[in-house]
Structures are given as C-alpha cells and as structure tokens.
C-alpha cells in the first residue's frame, strides 16, 4: 500500500472508529486545582499567551501533528491552519513522508499561506534517518513547507504492527543528533501516543533537540487505528493487546520536568479540555498538544474547529483566574494542583 493511501485510511478510521487507549488514561483525571474562592486578580488580566521555540503564541496549545499527503488533508489542513492562525495557536503537519515520495502532494501539507505568522512543525518518522534521509532532506522539508521547526516522531509500536512497517530502530539516536547540529532549525523529538521516559528524555536532550513532545498514553491509540487496517485477525488480535500500552500523559510529563528542569516539554496524549491543559502546564509542561479532537472538529468544518479552539482557550483562562494565575507561568509556578486521592 502506498503511504498516502495509508494515510487516507488513518483520516478515516480516526474520524469513523472509536480509536481511543482502552485501559489506560492520560492520568489528568488523578489531579485537581485548589479553587481559589478570592483570587485577588480580574479576569481581563489573565494573559494565556506565552513563548515556544522563539514564537509568541496567544495561548500554550499546539495543535498536533496529524496528516497530509491525500486530497482529504488538504482540506483538513487549511482548516487547522485558519483556526491556528485566528487563535494564535502553534501547528503540526502531518509526516511528510509522503511529500517526499510524491512531490506532487505538496499543496495538501503547505499550508503557510493560511497562517502566516503561525509556529510551524514539519513532521517526518525518525525511522526514515536509517532509510537514507539525513539533515539535508529534512532541511529541504523545512523549506518547502516553511516550516519554523522539524518534528521527528517515533513510532516504533505502530511500525511492529503493520505488515508494511519501517522497524529498523538500531542507532537513530546518533542520526538524530547529526540533524540537530547540522539542520538550522529547531528539532522537536515526539512520541505518538505511548509516552517517553525520562532516560530517553535525557538521551534526547543530550542529542540537542530543542523540544520533547511527550505523547503520552490516553488519548488516541494507533494500535488501535492499524488494528483496523488488518485483514488477517490473529494480525488485528496482536494489534488490540496494546490498546491499553504505554505511559499516561501526566506521569510523563512530571518524571520529564524532575530530570530536565529546564527542558522545553510538550503534553499530548489525552489533552481534551483547557482544564487538562491547565493541568499539563501545572504538571510541568510548557504547552499542551491536541490532535483527534481538532481532526474531527475539522472534519465536519471550520465552525466546528473555531468553536474548539475558542472552548479550550476560555476554558484555560477560565481555569487561570480561579487558582490565581495571571500568566501561564504562574500556573507552571503554582502550588494549586494536587492529587485528586
């Protein structure tokens, strides 16, 4: 099968089936805010802006990366766009693995025109560093999607699963620090939706990336989703063993800041709502990333993605002003968080 209609498939299945962990959360739920009945602030002077990897955003939100590569995500991806630019949201595109197989699918991933001031990830499998692309192929990504930054994602999971999976994980991490010296952008390593320990966190930071997406467990599954692409069932029944694998979100993100106090730290994996955003930034995050619920919004439309994107940024001003919190470094500062048992 070729890699856009794979990703055609993934667009569906993420939209139609119910492709979220089961048996494992994003840990949120086992931690609330200290209500502060007095705040002693207003709520015009709640500021939720803050700055990623050099760029002002109006609030700490990333819509994550998703897709590209098929007629569907040119659509879905100028969605997403317009509403990162309207709410001064930072934007992952999908793996542009298929951009680099086919050329020609280039207007379904640029979507710079849409949103020209918006922070921009380029997103390509970390895999693909040992199948011959190196800084200079990544470079020439950055460039054609002007993008800000690069993503390197690891997947390693998903790949086991499918037939047609790239699994030759042996020394990524070397090629990995060669792009970051040798790229001339920021390289944020994510996972997509099993979580990264603190050792790797470490080995990563030490390999010189910028920023670490955490991608942790709880929210949406890609075993899950491949299970659905396999046509043999003992394949689909291997594939629905790892529906509940893998590190909530929330622990990730605290074992994160322990080792690497200074660390830029991305939360995603489970984020549903400006309150889990509110606790992510508390938990130690410098921003949260959102993805399944941005791709279905936009889905149905533009509307329905604006009317997203407004309730989870009122939301996290809302969650502000009740712990006392004026900028989203106070939140991350904040003592109001505790566990829920």
């Not at 630019?85 to 693995?97: I, K, T």
């Not at 011959?132 to 002007?146: F, I, Q």
């Not at 499918?162 to 620090?177: K, N, S, V, Y």
Request: proline share 4%; aromatic share 4%; charged share 25%.
């Amino acid at each position: 099968m070729s890699t856009s209609s794979r990703k055609a498939d993934h667009i569906k299945i993420n939209v139609e089936r119910d492709v979220a962990a089961k048996g494992v959360g994003a840990g949120f739920d086992a931690y609330r805010f200290e209500h502060q009945a007095l705040p002693e602030i207003d709520l015009a002077d709640v500021d939720t802006s803050c700055v990623l990897l050099g760029k002002h955003l109006k609030a700490p939100i990333l819509i994550s990366c998703m897709t590209g590569g098929t007629p569907e995500a040119q659509r879905i991806n100028r969605t997403l766009a317009a509403v990162a630019h309207e709410f001064g949201l930072a934007m992952g595109l999908g793996s542009a693995r298929a951009l680099i197989e086919n050329p020609q699918s280039l207007e379904t991933f640029d979507v710079r025109d849409e949103a020209p001031e918006t922070l921009l990830l380029a997103n390509l499998g970390a895999v693909q560093l040992n199948k011959g692309y190196g800084a200079d192929e990544c470079r020439r990504l950055v460039e054609l999607l002007r993008a800000d930054a690069l993503v390197l994602h690891l997947n390693a999971l998903q790949e086991a699963l499918q037939p047609e999976g790239d699994t030759c994980f042996a020394g990524l991490l070397p090629r990995i620090a060669r792009v970051c010296k040798h790229l001339g952008a920021p390289v944020v390593v994510k996972e997509v939706g099993w979580g990264i320990g603190p050792d790797t966190v470490l080995a990563l930071l030490e390999a010189g990336v910028a920023a670490i997406d955490l991608a942790g467990a709880g929210g949406t599954s890609w075993s899950e989703v491949e299970a659905y692409r396999l046509p043999e069932r003992w394949r689909e029944n291997v594939a629905r063993e790892f529906a509940g694998w893998g590190i909530p979100t929330a622990s990730c993100v605290r074992r994160a800041r322990e080792v690497a106090p200074d660390a830029t730290l991305i939360a995603s994996g489970g984020v549903r709502t400006g309150v889990d955003v509110a606790k992510a930034i508390a938990l130690g995050a410098n921003a949260a990333g959102i993805a399944g619920p941005f791709l279905r919004a936009a889905d149905r439309s533009l509307d329905d993605a604006r009317d997203f994107a407004r309730q989870l940024t009122e939301a996290l001003r809302v969650a502000m002003f009740c712990i006392g919190a004026r900028r989203v470094a106070d939140v991350r500062n904040s003592k109001r968080l505790y566990p829920a048992t």
